[in-house]
Every structure is written in structure tokens, then in C-alpha cells.
């Protein structure tokens, strides 16, 4: 997967998609550094292991994209992407989790173009929702998918309609 953009000239750039990955449990942070590694134009550009050093990361790196987890130390994921959302506006998030309460869920993606992924579900549904948040859609884990959502989101991309 590459990221295009529309130069001033109107042609496309193609350019690696820049990502950070963020958890505090390093073993899994090294599992989601080998998934780029999978995707041709996915590069992991940093790191963090809390949510504040997430802030401060994707404040200096700007990445495109972010591989994030809700239960961090300092800030939690939810805390830290309000956060990001400012310092780093055009950065996709895909938040890679435990949690699978259907609230909280609903809370991260709200409007915006993002992917919840359960970790059971990460080596299945993580490129397709990297894919997903790409195109500016949504992507819900199969984990999830029997949770009944009071207001499905537009442009939702289920795992199930890969």
C-alpha cells in the first residue's frame, strides 16, 4: 500500500506511508513493527511505549500513520489521539487493543476515518484496516463484529465485507 497525494502540479506522489507504533507491552510493539514489513511502502518510522511519548513522537516524526493502543501508561490511546489529532491532524489512527466494549469502540470512531483492531484479531485485520484508514473509511475488527452498533458509521469497513 502507498500513500498518494495530488502535487501542486496535479500529478500523483507516491511516497512511503510513515508509521509509529505504539504499546507498552514491548513484545507486541515488535510484532506490529514486523507487520509493515508485510506491505510493500509501510515503514515504521518510531516508536513509543506510553501516550505521552506517542504525543511527543508524532508531534517531531508527523507521521502518516499510527498503530495505537488504548491501555497506555501516562495518557491513555483515547487521551493520547486527542492530542495527536492537534499536533499531528493528518495522521491515521488504527488503534490495536484488548478493549472490546461496543462503548468504547463507538467512542474512538465516532466520525472520523479510524480502525479499532483487537489483538486477537491483528494478524487477520491489520493490513486490511491500515488499508482501510488509508482510504479515508473505517474498518472494525472481526472481533467485533457482533457487537450491535446504535449508529453505524459512514464509510464503515467491516472485516467481514473484505
Request: with cysteine; aromatic share 4%.
Given at each position: 500500500?502507498q500513500w ?6 496535479g ?20 510484532y ?19 501516550g505521552?511519548e506517542?504525543?511527543q ?9 499510527i ?8 495518557l ?14 493528518h ?12 462503548d ?19 494478524n487477520?485485520?491489520?493490513?486490511h484496516?491500515v ?14 463484529k457482533?457487537l450491535t ?10 472485516s467481514?465485507d473484505?
Amino acid at each position: 500500500m502507498q500513500w498518494c497525494n495530488l502535487g501542486t502540479d496535479g500529478r500523483r506522489d507516491v511516497s512511503t506511508v510513515r508509521t509509529i507504533v505504539v504499546d507498552d507491552f514491548e513484545p507486541f510493539r515488535r510484532y506490529l513493527r514486523s507487520m509493515p514489513g508485510r506491505r510493500p511502502g509501510l515503514q515504521v518510522i518510531g516508536e513509543a511505549s506510553d501516550g505521552l511519548e506517542a504525543v511527543q513522537k508524532a508531534e517531531e516524526l508527523k507521521p502518516d500513520l499510527i498503530l495505537l493502543d488504548i491501555g497506555l501508561p501516562t495518557l491513555n490511546g483515547i487521551q493520547a489521539c486527542q492530542r495527536i489529532s492537534t499536533v499531528a491532524p493528518h495522521a491515521k489512527i488504527v488503534f490495536v487493543t484488548q478493549e472490546n466494549d461496543s462503548d468504547v469502540a463507538r467512542e474512538i470512531l465516532g466520525n472520523s476515518p479510524r480502525a479499532y483492531v483487537l489483538m486477537l484479531d491483528a494478524n487477520s485485520d491489520l493490513l486490511h484496516a491500515v488499508d482501510a484508514v488509508l482510504e479515508g473509511k473505517q474498518f472494525v475488527s472481526t472481533g467485533l463484529k457482533h457487537l450491535t452498533w446504535a449508529i453505524q458509521p459512514r464509510q464503515t469497513v467491516e472485516s467481514a465485507d473484505r
